[in-house]
T-cell receptor
């Protein structure tokens, strides 16, 4: 597609439920990132992939958060046993190389009730 | 640690006014990148500019201009003759210039409302 695509756009989960958020980067983009944006805040870095390798997961808030990109294209961010504090917009971005701009998707708004 | 401060939470202007969005940053890195992104109501972050810390030359792109002052650690963004379509949240961000340049530190954003 023309841009970074994320699905679903909106997700309501009951506390304790597991969720999976999908990101389709721009075709050919080597690098992929996930960011978490709480209401009224700026995005915060979660994790970074180069192809299928997860090179940095320092921003993942707990071991309930897991991300993968098995074939170096589509990525999934999984949150186990969701908590209310996980409610946020999850943004995915991709770029072609180290010094190029990152293109962001529209995000998935997760609400944990 | 890196930090980006956008002191203006919200700004409201009338169409055709000029508006400046402030950004102050903190970093221990000697080389770094500064960014501005626009986030319209649809949610995606739209890239506006990236500035290398070595390049203090101001930049103009149409109605947009950026003033980088390394001495005051500021990277301000001015929109000239604002339009209703400029209404959005604007984020200033910072990254190191080395191997971790993928990791952006964002400010909290400034909500700009341009009224007709």
């Amino acid at each position: 597609g023309a841009g970074v695509s994320q699905s679903p756009r909106y997700k309501v989960a009951k506390r304790g439920q597991d969720v999976a958020l999908r990101c389709d980067p721009i075709s050919g983009h080597v690098s992929l990132f996930w960011y978490q944006q709480a209401l009224g805040q700026g995005p915060e870095f979660l994790t970074y992939f180069q192809n299928e390798a997860q090179l940095d997961k320092s921003g993942l808030p707990s071991d309930r958060f897991f991300a993968e990109r098995p074939e170096g294209s589509v990525s999934t961010l999984k949150i186990q046993r969701t908590q209310q504090e996980d409610s946020a917009v999850y943004l995915c971005a991709s770029r072609t190389g180290l010094l190029t701009e990152a293109f962001f998707g529209q995000g998935t708004r997760l609400t944990v009730v | 640690a890196q930090k980006v401060t956008q002191a203006q939470t919200e700004i409201s202007v009338v169409e055709k006014e000029d508006v400046t969005l402030d950004c102050v940053y903190e970093t221990r890195d000697t080389t770094y990148y500064l960014f501005w992104y626009k986030q319209p109501p649809s949610g995606e972050l739209v890239f506006l500019i990236r500035r290398n810390s070595f390049d203090e030359q101001n930049e103009i792109s149409g109605r947009y201009s950026w003033n980088f002052q390394k001495s005051t650690s500021s990277f301000n963004f001015t929109i000239t003759a604002s339009q209703v379509v400029d209404s959005a949240v604007y984020f200033c961000a910072l990254s190191e210039a080395g191997g971790s340049n993928y990791k952006l530190t964002f400010g909290k954003g400034t909500l700009l409302t341009v009224n007709p």
